[in-house]
């Protein structure tokens, strides 16, 4: 009977289809970018994609932020993140250079930032505020949602400082750093070191509390906000343009200076430099 023969039909198994075959690429990260891949450390990744991603994908797939990369090598030739991967490509993928010069090969970024200006999340307050005595211009609040800092760091070119990597995912932000380091000085002392800064340090130029740069002022000007003692012992001040703050060189200042001058002293301990051979 007809009912028979469907039933029947129906108790026969189709063939599977074949799976479809992955293409496959061989990926190396080099130097600090190793601290966002699980180990070991330093070696050949096979990363396996349908169709034609594009390795800014593939890149952020394994877990490392754009904003970390600066040269991304394709089969030997350098290329921007919009590149499509193709099956049985070698890429190597760099961090910003420290002692080599790139700038003839083509960036994945229209240019890098000649001049470092910083944000700063929610995080890294202390960071925020060595910087800014340093004297480099460095945006901080203690309520920047990310969606802040984010456009912060797109609208005046910015990079980012931040402690979750997350943020650094983020597509508008084409500059930044996860910093490793949890003790603030530490932290400022990574950061002087990667984006090599040492050479660019000019001490108390800014205020502390908003970042304003801060210029000499004279004494008559300012003599009434100040203490009875401080007006008696001290007369060479400053004052920030943007809060009015004002700053004189009291008993604190020697220790600062002293501060300053261990940052900028090159490490002693052989762990403390940066692993370029990973």
């Known amino acids: 009977p007809p009912a028979a023969i469907r039933a029947m039909e129906h108790s026969i198994s189709r063939p599977e289809a074949a799976p479809t075959r992955r293409n496959t690429a061989v ?17 050949e990744r096979v990363y396996r994609f349908n169709g034609n991603p594009a390795v800014k994908d593939a890149i952020e797939a394994q877990g490392v932020p754009h904003a970390e990369v600066e040269l991304i090598l394709v089969e030997g030739r350098s290329v921007g993140f919009g590149h499509r991967l193709a099956d049985g490509y070698r890429v190597a993928v ?4 420290e002692s080599f010069d790139v700038a003839g090969l083509v960036r994945v970024r229209p240019a890098p930032l000649r001049r ?7 995080n890294l307050g202390k960071l925020a505020r060595w ?34 990597r997350r943020l650094l995912h983020h597509a508008a932000v084409t500059h930044g750093y996860w910093v490793r380091a949890v003790e603030s000085q530490a932290q400022v002392a990574e950061v002087l070191r990667r984006f090599q800064l040492e050479g660019a340090v000019a001490p108390f130029r800014r205020c502390l509390g908003c970042n304003g740069l801060i210029h000499p002022v004279a004494k008559e000007a300012v ?13 060479e001040f400053h004052q920030c343009e943007g809060c009015g703050k ?13 501060m300053v001058s261990r940052l900028l002293a090159p490490p002693t301990d052989p762990s403390d430099a940066t692993e370029a051979s990973r």
């Open 94 to 97: 760099y961090p910003v250079f």
């Open 223 to 235: 003599q009434g906000r100040l203490e009875p003692k401080t007006r008696r012992y001290y007369d």
């Open 246 to 258: 004002v700053y004189w060189r009291g008993p604190h200042y020697a220790r600062l200076e002293n």
């Open 27 to 43: 990926f190396r990260f080099y130097a600090e970018l190793n601290d966002f891949l699980p180990p070991p450390v330093g070696v």
């Open 131 to 164: 910087l800014r005595l340093l004297g480099f211009d460095t945006l901080y609040r203690n309520d920047y949602a990310d969606a802040e800092v984010v456009r912060i760091a797109a609208e005046e070119g910015r990079i980012v400082l931040t402690r979750d």
């Open 116 to 122: 470092s200006r910083f944000v700063v999340d929610v």
